[in-house]
């Protein structure tokens, strides 16, 4: 059963503009949310995480905003490089528990 | 400090082989967690280990199994390889803490041949 779900398998942007990954989560014991980037070769590293007490989280470029009620959270990054470019993944999991729970993953390909 | 250490980087082998991975954390990460990663898919929990003690398994068959040493690192096993084993296979380490994020290592790349 797929509890997250990110349902954009790819995402072109030019280089400056705004990126936008969306994430949805279907299990509503999920109160920790994160981000990770993957190059290919390598295994994914954290991005940027988000507790349910939080509605936004921000980071340098990279912003995470919540929507517990939607059960939808989104990745901003702002401005967009080319080395952003990389396999994106939603992830969620229980506080309770470390196992994660990941949606499928969104290619991002930043354009020069 | 280094960061997860996994090997083999690949590894390829036939039906009904038998396989060990392993996987070093960083220092000072207590917990290590399993993920298979299948082709474009996202990864999927195999196991975690935290001071030694299986803490959690995900739906994986019992040709799966798994273990950590005292120095916190750690094999995954897989007996009886079928095809569909074929994937990247994640290591992760984290503190411990409730909160703090896990750090993969590269992974090995297993194919099934």
């Known amino acids: 059963d797929q509890q997250v779900k990110q349902n954009s398998p790819s995402l072109s942007v030019q280089e400056g503009r705004i990126s936008i990954l969306n994430c949805d989560y279907t299990?509503?014991?999920?109160?920790?949310f994160l981000w990770y980037k993957k190059y290919p070769a390598e295994g994914p590293t954290f991005l940027i995480s988000i507790s349910s007490i939080k509605d936004k989280n921000e980071d340098g470029r990279f912003t995470v905003f919540l929507n517990k009620s939607a059960k939808h959270l989104s990745l901003h990054i702002v401005p967009s490089q080319p080395g952003d470019s990389a396999v994106y993944f939603c992830?969620?999991?229980?506080?309770?528990?470390?196992?994660?729970?990941f949606g499928a993953g969104t290619t991002v390909t930043v354009r020069a | 400090d280094a960061g997860v250490t996994q090997s083999p980087t690949h590894l390829i082998k036939t039906r009904g082989q038998q396989v060990t991975l392993r996987c070093s954390p960083i220092s000072g990460h207590k917990s290590v967690s399993w993920y298979q990663q299948v082709l474009g898919q996202g990864p999927q929990f195999i196991f975690q280990?935290?001071?030694?003690?299986?803490?959690g398994r995900g739906n994986f068959p019992d040709r799966f199994s798994a273990r950590q040493f005292p120095n916190y690192s750690s094999e995954l096993n897989v007996n009886a390889l079928l095809l569909g084993d074929s994937a990247l296979y994640l290591c992760a380490g984290t503190r411990g803490t409730v909160l703090s994020p896990l750090h993969f290592g590269n992974g090995t790349r297993l194919t099934v041949t």
């Open positions: 992830a969620a999991r229980n506080s309770n528990d470390y196992k994660l729970s």
């Open positions: 299990n509503s014991m999920f109160d920790y």
């Open positions: 280990y935290y001071e030694k003690e299986e803490r």
